[in-house]
C-alpha cells in the first residue's frame, strides 16, 4: 500500500492510559500469550484507499479443518479485517454494508452482529482490542471528500461510547495494535513522507517513533505474544513482499520468508503461543492466488490451511476460548 502526504496536530487522549494498560489475566487476541485457538479470516479487498470487493468473515481450525463462515452480508457488500477479543469471545471487524466501513462486533459462533458507532463522513479499518478487552484502537478515516482523504488513529470503549482521536494528522495511519502489556502501539503510517513505514506510539498519545525505514514499505505489524518482536510485511502489496520479524525497538530485522517474484506474502499475525504466524501466501506455481497458511517462527514449515484464491486474505490467530 502506498500512501499519501500529511501534517495535522498530534491530538493526545491521555486518558486511555488507565483504559488501555489495564492487562487481565485472561489469554488474549493473537497478540497476547495463551493457547492457539481457532483463526479468524476474512477474503476480499478491504484496505483504506482501496476497492472494496464482496467479502465474508470465517474462521478455521489451524490445520484447515472445521471451516464456519461467520456473516452472510449481501454479495455486493464486505465484512472484512476480524480481531478477536481477549477472551476469545468475541471478534471485531469491518463492514460497509450500512454504508461507509463501521466498526461491528460479534460472538465468536457470528451471533449478536452489532455496529458499534454511527461516525458520518467516517470510515473505520483493522479494529483491535485493549488487553482487558475494554477498548478498541482502529484507522478512522475521512470520507468527506468521498475517498479516504487521511486516518487517524482513534479509539472506541467496546460499547460504542466515547470515540476519540489518539493521532491525527493528514496521513494514512492503519493497522493499529496494542502492545500485550498495553503500553504501547505499533502501526504503520504515511507519516512523513510518501511510503508507508511501521512505528510506535504511548498509549497517551506521547511518544511517537519511527521503526523502520521508508525505504522498506513496512506495512500491517503485529506484536509477538511477550512483546518483544513485531513481524510485518515489506513493499506491500507488490508481487515481491515479505514477511520480516524485528525486535520491539526496530533492531534485528530478519526474514521470515524468503519468496521471490511473482509469488509474495504477508499480512501476518502471530499465533497466541508464538510459535508461528499465520499469513497470505503465493503457493508454488500460484500465480495471482494465494492461500493463507501457517509458518513456523523460524520460517520453516509453510503450511496452506485455504485452497488458492485471487482474493485478500485477512486473519487474525485467536486464542481458546
Request: charged share 15%; glycine share 12%; proline share 8%.
Given at each position: 500500500?502506498?500512501?499519501?502526504?500529511?501534517a495535522?496536530?498530534l491530538?493526545?487522549?491521555?486518558?486511555?492510559?488507565?483504559?488501555?494498560?489495564?492487562?487481565?489475566?485472561?489469554?488474549a487476541?493473537?497478540?497476547?500469550?495463551?493457547?492457539?485457538?481457532?483463526?479468524?479470516?476474512?477474503l476480499g479487498?478491504?484496505l483504506p484507499?482501496?476497492?472494496?470487493?464482496?467479502?465474508?468473515?470465517?474462521?478455521?481450525r489451524?490445520?484447515?479443518?472445521?471451516?464456519?463462515q461467520?456473516?452472510?452480508?449481501?454479495?455486493?457488500?464486505?465484512?472484512?479485517?476480524?480481531?478477536?477479543?481477549?477472551?476469545?469471545?468475541?471478534?471485531?471487524?469491518?463492514?460497509?454494508?450500512?454504508?461507509?466501513?463501521?466498526?461491528?462486533?460479534?460472538?465468536?459462533?457470528?451471533?449478536a452482529?452489532?455496529?458499534?458507532?454511527?461516525?458520518?463522513?467516517?470510515?473505520?479499518?483493522?479494529?483491535?482490542?485493549?488487553?482487558?478487552?475494554?477498548?478498541?484502537?482502529?484507522?478512522?478515516?475521512d470520507?468527506?471528500l468521498g475517498?479516504?482523504?487521511?486516518?487517524?488513529?482513534?479509539?472506541?470503549?467496546?460499547?460504542?461510547?466515547?470515540l476519540?482521536?489518539?493521532?491525527?494528522?493528514?496521513?494514512?495511519?492503519?493497522?493499529?495494535?496494542v502492545?500485550?502489556?498495553?503500553?504501547?502501539?505499533?502501526?504503520?503510517?504515511?507519516?512523513?513522507?510518501?511510503?508507508?513505514?511501521?512505528?510506535?506510539?504511548?498509549?497517551?498519545?506521547?511518544?511517537?517513533?519511527?521503526?523502520?525505514?521508508p525505504?522498506?514499505?513496512g506495512?500491517?505489524?503485529?506484536?509477538?505474544?511477550?512483546?518483544?518482536?513485531?513481524?510485518?510485511?515489506?513493499?506491500?502489496c507488490?508481487p515481491?513482499s515479505?514477511?520480516?520479524?524485528?525486535n520491539a525497538?526496530?533492531?534485528?530485522?530478519?526474514?521470515?520468508?524468503?519468496?521471490t517474484?511473482?509469488?509474495?506474502s504477508?499480512?501476518?499475525?502471530?499465533s497466541?503461543?508464538?510459535r508461528?504466524?499465520?499469513?497470505?501466501a503465493?503457493?508454488?506455481?500460484?500465480?495471482?492466488?494465494?492461500?493463507l497458511?501457517?509458518?513456523?517462527?523460524?520460517?520453516?514449515?509453510?503450511?496452506?490451511?485455504?485452497?488458492?484464491?485471487?482474493?485478500l486474505a485477512?486473519?487474525?490467530?485467536?486464542?481458546?476460548?
Amino acid at each position: 500500500m502506498r500512501g499519501t502526504t500529511l501534517a495535522r496536530p498530534l491530538v493526545v487522549a491521555a486518558v486511555l492510559v488507565g483504559t488501555l494498560t489495564a492487562v487481565g489475566p485472561s489469554p488474549a487476541e493473537a497478540t497476547f500469550p495463551g493457547n492457539n485457538g481457532r483463526i479468524a479470516f476474512s477474503l476480499g479487498e478491504a484496505l483504506p484507499g482501496g476497492f472494496p470487493s464482496p467479502s465474508q468473515v470465517y474462521t478455521v481450525r489451524p490445520d484447515g479443518t472445521g471451516r464456519r463462515q461467520l456473516t452472510h452480508v449481501p454479495a455486493d457488500k464486505t465484512a472484512s479485517s476480524p480481531a478477536w477479543s481477549p477472551d476469545g469471545r468475541r471478534i471485531a471487524y469491518q463492514s460497509n454494508v450500512d454504508g461507509d466501513f463501521q466498526l461491528w462486533v460479534m460472538n465468536a459462533d457470528g451471533s449478536a452482529q452489532t455496529r458499534l458507532l454511527d461516525d458520518p463522513g467516517f470510515a473505520h479499518y483493522q479494529p483491535s482490542w485493549s488487553p482487558d478487552g475494554g477498548t478498541l484502537v482502529f484507522s478512522r478515516c475521512d470520507r468527506s471528500l468521498g475517498f479516504d482523504a487521511y486516518c487517524d488513529l482513534a479509539t472506541v470503549d467496546a460499547d460504542g461510547s466515547w470515540l476519540r482521536t489518539l493521532l491525527g494528522g493528514n496521513w494514512i495511519h492503519t493497522r493499529p495494535r496494542v502492545s500485550p502489556d498495553g503500553t504501547k502501539i505499533v502501526f504503520n503510517s504515511t507519516m512523513g513522507g510518501l511510503l508507508s513505514a511501521i512505528w510506535v506510539i504511548n498509549v497517551d498519545g506521547s511518544g511517537v517513533t519511527r521503526l523502520t525505514d521508508p525505504a522498506v514499505e513496512g506495512f500491517w505489524p503485529d506484536w509477538s505474544p511477550d512483546g518483544r518482536h513485531i513481524v510485518f510485511t515489506d513493499f506491500c502489496c507488490l508481487p515481491l513482499s515479505n514477511v520480516l520479524v524485528m525486535n520491539a525497538d526496530g533492531s534485528g530485522i530478519r526474514f521470515l520468508t524468503h519468496l521471490t517474484a511473482p509469488r509474495q506474502s504477508g499480512f501476518a499475525s502471530y499465533s497466541p503461543d508464538g510459535r508461528k504466524v499465520v499469513l497470505l501466501a503465493t503457493p508454488p506455481g500460484g500465480g495471482e492466488s494465494n492461500v493463507l497458511a501457517t509458518i513456523n517462527i523460524d520460517g520453516s514449515g509453510l503450511r496452506p490451511i485455504t485452497g488458492a484464491r485471487p482474493e485478500l486474505a485477512l486473519s487474525d490467530w485467536g486464542p481458546s476460548a
